[in-house]
């Protein structure tokens, strides 16, 4: 038959077999990329993520779930976060009613002994304010009331060290380069005032002064290794000893407790020798070192509640993980907080040592909320 169309033609023959081959090779090369993307096959970088079959047609793709060993589960617990934020807030709001009941108390106090006033802190106060602007900060420190941990504190604040750790309490004192408010401007000043956090620490008066005599004049070689304390030790043996001699006056060594009472209730004896702001304030009251009727802390800390307090400043600032309070180890205690070492030491004190003990330090008892001690007169 001539003429005949189609495939069948021998003409078409080779047009139609170049046709077949085309088409086998588009769908074999389908069928490639097809299975390329079913079995998600890297291209570039591995994907560390766990891979999923891809799901029939018509289903969302929702992996199955990964099992996970009672081991992990029992060590990751997603479901005690929730708690742990409450924990925290609970905490937190714990804290703003503690501080809340202390600064009613300062100020009421500071209100009934006409101590309120606009101008701002003197000189003295402004010399033991460290401040670290990096976390807009203000520190005022009061010597034998942690101090030493909360200078290491801001020390890591202020990208001086890299740890609190290491760093014992005569290094503190020696290395720590942190800046002080009387360095800054007056408008600085004010400045930081307004928009700085502000804290100190405060701690029960008549043990802080029994912790600095057990510490600077009763341990003999930290007095010893100290010469600043060298010219009080002096002026208590010369002052208030019963034939001293020769050897005492030379050396200022071995201040008995009542000495050290005597010197401290004696103003005059004290101004002779009293010239440098940081020895003497380990003894001056609190409210004249830091001046909180002046100006409005943000935090009152109790050296007697300190795990908490410090723990609820150190989470106000946002302060990173390598700054903590440290425990007493690195520090000097001496153990002026139990009542056994003070009984010990307040009974040897007369009723005039004690009543005039007490005069020296009522304002810190009442500004500070702590309670007369039952030692003293009445």
Same mark, same amino acid.
């Given at each position: 038959?001539?003429?005949?169309?189609?495939?069948?033609?021998?003409?078409?023959?080779?047009?139609?077999?170049?046709?077949?081959?085309?088409?086998?090779?588009?769908?074999?090369?389908?069928?490639?990329?097809?299975?390329?993307?079913?079995?998600?096959?890297?291209?570039?970088?591995?994907?560390?993520?766990?891979?999923?079959?891809?799901?029939? !047609?018509?289903?969302?793709? %929702?992996?199955?779930?990964?099992?996970?060993?009672?081991?992990?589960?029992?060590?990751?617990?997603?479901?005690?976060?929730?708690?742990?934020?409450?924990?925290?807030?609970?905490?937190?709001?714990?804290?703003?009613?503690?501080?809340?009941?202390?600064?009613?108390?300062?100020?009421?106090?500071? %209100?009934?002994?006409?101590?309120?006033?606009?101008?701002?802190?003197?000189?003295?106060?402004?010399?033991?304010?460290?401040?670290?602007?990096?976390? !807009?900060?203000?520190?005022?420190?009061?010597?034998?009331?942690?101090?030493?941990?909360?200078?290491?504190?801001?020390?890591?604040?202020?990208?001086?060290?890299?740890?609190?750790?290491?760093?014992?309490?005569?290094?503190?004192?020696?290395?720590?380069?942190?800046?002080?408010?009387?360095?800054?401007?007056?408008?600085?000043?004010?400045?930081?005032?307004?928009?700085? !956090?502000?804290?100190? &620490?405060?701690?029960?008066?008549?043990?802080?002064?029994?912790?600095?005599?057990?510490?600077?004049?009763?341990?003999?070689?930290?007095?010893?290794g100290n010469l600043h304390f060298h010219t009080f030790g002096k002026q208590?043996?010369?002052?208030?000893?019963?034939?001293?001699?020769?050897?005492?006056?030379?050396?200022?060594?071995?201040?008995?407790?009542?000495? &050290?009472?005597?010197?401290?209730?004696?103003?005059?004896? !004290?101004?002779?020798?009293?010239?440098?702001?940081?020895?003497?304030?380990?003894?001056?009251?609190?409210?004249?070192?830091?001046?909180?009727?002046?100006?409005?802390?943000?935090?009152?800390?109790?050296?007697?509640?300190?795990?908490?307090?410090?723990?609820?400043?150190?989470?106000?600032?946002?302060?990173?993980?390598?700054?903590?309070?440290?425990?007493?180890?690195?520090?000097?205690?001496?153990?002026?907080?139990?009542?056994?070492?003070?009984?010990?030491? &307040?009974?040897?004190?007369?009723? %005039?040592?004690?009543?005039?003990?007490?005069?020296?330090?009522?304002?810190?008892?009442?500004? &500070?909320?702590?309670?007369?001690?039952?030692?003293?007169?009445?």
């Amino acid at each position: 038959m001539t003429g005949t169309t189609g495939c069948c033609n021998m003409r078409f023959r080779r047009q139609c077999f170049g046709m077949a081959k085309t088409v086998s090779i588009a769908l074999v090369a389908g069928i490639v990329v097809w299975l390329v993307l079913a079995n998600n096959w890297p291209t570039k970088e591995p994907d560390e993520s766990p891979k999923f079959p891809n799901p029939p !047609r018509g289903v969302k793709n %929702k992996p199955s779930p990964v099992h996970v060993s009672a081991e992990i589960q029992e060590e990751v617990k997603p479901v005690e976060q929730p708690k742990t934020n409450s924990s925290l807030m609970d905490f937190t709001q714990a804290q703003e009613a503690v501080q809340s009941k202390r600064k009613a108390i300062l100020r009421e106090t500071c %209100k009934r002994n006409g101590m309120t006033s606009q101008a701002g802190p003197p000189m003295f106060t402004k010399r033991h304010i460290y401040v670290v602007d990096k976390y !807009r900060v203000m520190y005022c420190f009061v010597p034998k009331v942690g101090c030493s941990n909360w200078k290491r504190i801001m020390m890591v604040l202020d990208g001086e060290t890299d740890t609190v750790e290491g760093l014992t309490s005569d290094e503190v004192h020696t290395k720590a380069h942190l800046r002080f408010f009387n360095s800054y401007t007056p408008g600085q000043q004010e400045h930081r005032l307004k928009n700085y !956090r502000k804290f100190f &620490f405060v701690r029960e008066p008549l043990k802080r002064a029994l912790s600095v005599y057990r510490n600077k004049f009763e341990d003999l070689a930290t007095y010893r290794g100290n010469l600043h304390f060298h010219t009080f030790g002096k002026q208590i043996i010369k002052k208030f000893r019963n034939g001293p001699s020769q050897a005492e006056l030379k050396t200022g060594e071995n201040a008995t407790w009542t000495e &050290f009472v005597d010197y401290l209730t004696h103003p005059t004896e !004290r101004k002779e020798v009293e010239t440098d702001i940081h020895f003497s304030d380990h003894w001056r009251q609190m409210n004249q070192i830091c001046s909180p009727c002046s100006i409005d802390y943000d935090v009152i800390g109790n050296l007697e509640t300190v795990n908490a307090d410090a723990k609820y400043v150190l989470n106000m600032l946002k302060a990173p993980s390598n700054a903590q309070y440290l425990s007493s180890a690195g520090s000097r205690p001496t153990n002026s907080s139990d009542k056994g070492t003070f009984d010990k030491y &307040f009974s040897k004190l007369n009723k %005039k040592q004690l009543t005039q003990l007490w005069e020296l330090y009522k304002l810190d008892y009442e500004l &500070f909320g702590y309670t007369k001690p039952e030692i003293i007169p009445t």
